[in-house]
Nanobody, 123 residues
């Protein structure tokens, strides 16, 4: 599986961005998907995840209520809608997938990773 993340950019605090992650292959619907982020000098952290069907999601406390993860299995794409962005959301955002279809929140459980897209939120 190959993952290609896009949609990052520079936005002012309070603004919105939508990240996309396009996956190759015909087995996309068998994978759970996740978004992680890594700020300079910090460890990679979990942001959000969605199961294979899209009916179950999980969020980090820091983004719950502001970010929404969704997926379109027909388009082999997962999205992260980010609203009310804060400067502390600045990071490189990575999408990843895990076989089996069930949500995982630990990076070590993910099988494939995209290349990352930069999100910068100015104050």
């Amino acid at each position: 599986v190959q993952l290609q993340a896009s949609g990052g950019g520079l936005v002012q605090a309070g603004g919105s961005l939508r990240l996309s992650c396009a996956a190759s292959g015909r087995t996309f619907s068998s994978y759970a998907m996740g978004w992680f982020r890594q700020a300079p000098g910090k460890e990679r952290e979990f942001v959000a995840a969605i199961n294979w069907s899209g009916f179950s999601t999980s969020y980090a406390d820091s983004v719950r209520g502001r970010f929404t993860i969704s997926r379109d299995n027909a388009e082999n794409t997962v999205y992260l809608q980010m609203n009310s962005l804060k400067p502390e959301d600045t990071a490189v955002y990575y999408c990843a997938c895990v076989a089996g279809g069930f949500i995982a929140t630990l990076a070590m459980n993910y099988d494939y990773w995209g290349q990352g897209t930069q999100v910068t939120v100015s104050s």
